[in-house]
């Protein structure tokens, strides 16, 4: 009787140890999630202003999370792992340009993305204006508006010319005219020559 107590307790205790493992386990797993989350959406710098002035050479951006190494290890930003998902969810994504760079401790992660892509976004908007005015097309260029008065000359030239529909028709009048009148319609004298004679 003593043997089956004792196993009913140590088997409850060891089921109330794993639950409590099990909810210590999730409840930490929540709270780093939370405060992963609200980090990456927070845009936080790793200190206030005015902060520090920390120059930083970067030959190699491609590689976002060892970039955000790099950084941490300088004292730039706090995790790296943080800087890789907000570089992923930027405007500045696979933009970063390598350079020598003075990063400010109280810049958040925006403003350090802001920096090192405007060289990058300054070249591609020089390459979109550039292979805009090479690829006009044809009515951009004054082929339209010459295609235009083209067709505006040719419609001036056949108005001015009678249709042959027209012709036809006067003339098939006139014969028509011309029969009743040979036939001595009512109203109508025939002229005959020497009528005046």
């Given at each position: 009787m003593l043997k089956k107590f004792v196993?009913?307790?140590?088997?409850?205790?060891?089921?109330?140890s794993i639950a409590a493992l099990v909810v210590v386990c999730v409840y930490r797993l929540a709270m780093y999630s939370y405060h992963f989350g609200y980090m990456v959406f927070a845009d936080a710098a790793?200190?206030?202003?005015?902060g520090r002035d920390i120059v930083v050479t970067?030959?190699?951006?491609?590689?976002v999370l060892d970039l955000g190494r790099i950084l941490k290890s300088r004292?730039?930003?706090?995790?790296e792992k943080i800087f890789y998902v907000q570089e992923r969810l930027s405007d500045y994504h696979k933009k970063l340009v390598?350079?020598?760079?003075?990063?400010?401790?109280?810049?958040?992660p925006s403003e350090i993305f802001a920096?090192?892509?405007e060289s990058y976004v300054d070249e591609t908007?020089?390459?979109?204006?550039?292979?805009?005015?090479?690829?006009?097309?044809?009515?951009?260029?004054?082929?339209?508006?010459g295609q235009q008065d083209t067709m505006t000359e040719d419609g001036g030239e056949g108005n001015s010319e009678p249709s042959e529909e027209g012709i036809i028709d006067s003339e098939e009048s006139q014969q028509d005219d011309g029969g009743d009148t040979g036939e001595g319609g009512e109203g109508h004298t025939p002229l005959t020559a020497g009528a005046g004679l």
């Open positions: 196993f009913g307790l140590f088997n409850f205790m060891f089921r109330a790793k200190e206030p202003t005015p970067l030959e190699n951006t491609e590689d004292g730039v930003i706090d995790d390598p350079g020598t760079y003075t990063f400010n401790t109280a810049m958040p920096m090192m892509g908007e020089g390459e979109g204006d550039s292979q805009d005015q090479e690829e006009l097309p044809d009515y951009l260029q004054g082929g339209y508006a």
